[in-house]
């Protein structure tokens, strides 16, 4: 009988460490994807945290942190202390980068955490594919995962797996421009030029920041609470900051009343304290870039001036920040149309109601005559206007089973493709992933086999692309 028991456990040990090992090996023999990618960063960033001297001030946050702060004009300004830049990516969360910092918090230290004032990054969402990618690149980055993420770790492997032969197997091209490592400098900043604001009204309308109760989660707040705990047996001190964030992506009816709750409420279930004046770190929309945390290069000048400021009281240093803060740049900087891919695109305009949308139009939806066609071609311009975004819903109920969008869209929100049941591909003519914003819900509603195809150079670029690469399983490329 023991000899019975001791062959089903064997089989059974054998039956899943045999898949194991197999998997194993096609992650050893397939070529690296992702050390070219924004992700690889993360392995610069760990570093820079293992090697930097205490004193030190490490700033903790997403990718308002990599795209807001010049360490270079702190450590000028806030002389005897190293600064860390430990902040990336949304999608890796806020709780990767706690227990990343963790064991490398020593006394003296003044570590400021600032997640964005969003749901994503005030929660302890941790997203197992995105640390494997980030991993490639630095596998010391598994020796600081939390034993509490170690499952999410064994079922995000093989996604992440599937994904790395996937990408491989597209022969893309490796990543550049603003979401590639290549734009990562010395100090884990960006140092892609970064003149003006991308966002065709000037915020992300798909991003808007409610600073309702909803936001403040118990979990996470008791998690941060715990951590600024771990600092303080350590010696070290710890303070909460806001992200920056673009005034002008406040929820409708947000007033100077809304704010203060906000505050008075986070400041209450916090057990550190808050160093800036929330009203501080919201900035004019021309100081951001590409997304409502992300700023330009003139941003990066006034939100570091407001750290300093906000770092020097603490220290009791009443003197005056010494910086030139530069006015925001007064024109958006919208990106041109580059002309339609297609040979020939059908015109099929009159098949669209419109809005006005910024300088031109937005299509809000189809007629009958539009959900009826098989095929549906987005047009470039109707009446004389670009049609430069799709809203809400638009294209809702449609029967193609094709649908190409069109080279002048800037902007498409939520919910485009719902109960287009039909619908198998998406044509994307535009190679540049940065010229299209989209929202975190692009394909709710829509059949779950629908795929967004697009040329090679274009899937390096939406693959890897900060708002876009939450749709790479729906990515492919065009014959």
Request: charged share 20%; aromatic share 10%.
């Amino acid at each position: 009988m023991k000899n019975k028991a001791l062959a089903l456990t064997l089989a059974f040990v054998i039956a899943f460490l045999l898949p194991v090992g197999v998997f194993a090996v096609l992650d050893a023999v397939t070529p690296a994807q992702y050390s070219e990618s924004f992700l690889a960063g993360l392995g610069l960033k760990y570093d820079l945290i293992k090697q930097a001297s205490s004193p030190k001030i490490v700033l903790i946050g997403g990718s308002s942190a990599a795209f807001g702060v010049d360490s270079d004009l702190l450590e000028e300004q806030l002389p005897g202390y190293d600064v860390v830049n430990f902040g990336l990516y949304a999608t890796l969360g806020t709780k990767l980068m706690l227990d990343l910092s963790e064991d490398y918090i020593n006394e003296g230290d003044i570590v400021i955490v600032a997640p964005e004032l969003d749901e994503q990054t005030f929660s302890l969402y941790f997203n197992a594919q995105s640390v494997w990618q980030a991993a490639e690149s630095d596998p010391s980055i598994l020796h600081g995962i939390a034993w509490d993420n170690i499952g999410d770790m064994l079922g995000g492997y093989w996604k992440y797996l599937a994904g790395k032969i996937t990408a491989a197997n597209t022969g893309a091209p490796a990543p550049t421009g603003v979401y590639s490592r290549s734009s990562i400098d010395e100090n884990g900043e960006i140092s892609y030029p970064r003149e003006g604001n991308t966002m065709v009204l000037g915020y992300d309308p798909n991003m808007i920041i409610d600073l309702g109760s909803n936001l403040i989660d118990t979990e996470f707040i008791g998690y941060l609470n715990d951590y600024a705990a771990m600092c303080s047996r350590k010696g070290a001190s710890c303070y909460f900051s806001f992200s920056p964030t673009n005034r002008a992506a406040l929820a409708e009816g947000t007033t100077d009343e809304t704010i203060l709750a906000f505050y008075d409420a986070l400041d209450r279930a916090l057990d550190f304290e808050i160093i800036s004046n929330i009203n501080d770190c919201l900035y004019d929309a021309g100081y951001f870039y590409d997304t409502n945390f992300h700023l330009s290069d003139a941003g990066v000048t006034a939100h570091s001036a407001t750290l300093i400021r906000d770092i020097r009281r603490i220290l009791g240093d009443a003197a005056a920040v010494t910086l030139e803060i530069p006015e925001p740049p007064g024109a958006l900087i919208v990106p041109e149309s580059a002309g339609s891919a297609e040979a020939e695109r059908e015109d099929m305009s009159a098949l669209f109601t419109y809005e006005e949308y910024a300088s031109g139009l937005m299509i809000t939806g189809v007629t009958d005559e539009g959900k009826a066609a098989d095929i549906l071609w987005l047009p470039e311009a109707y009446d004389g206007k670009a049609v430069i975004a799709v809203g809400e819903g638009a294209l809702t109920g449609c029967a193609a089973t094709d649908i190409h969008l069109s080279a002048a869209i800037v902007q498409l929100y939520d919910g485009i493709f719902a109960s287009c049941d039909n619908l198998t591909a998406i044509h994307m003519p535009i190679g540049d992933a940065t010229r299209i914003a989209v929202g975190l819900d692009l394909f709710r509603g829509a059949p779950a086999d629908a795929k967004l195809y697009m040329s090679l150079e274009g899937y390096a670029s939406f693959y890897n692309d900060y708002s876009w690469t939450r749709y790479s399983d729906r990515m492919a490329v065009e014959d």
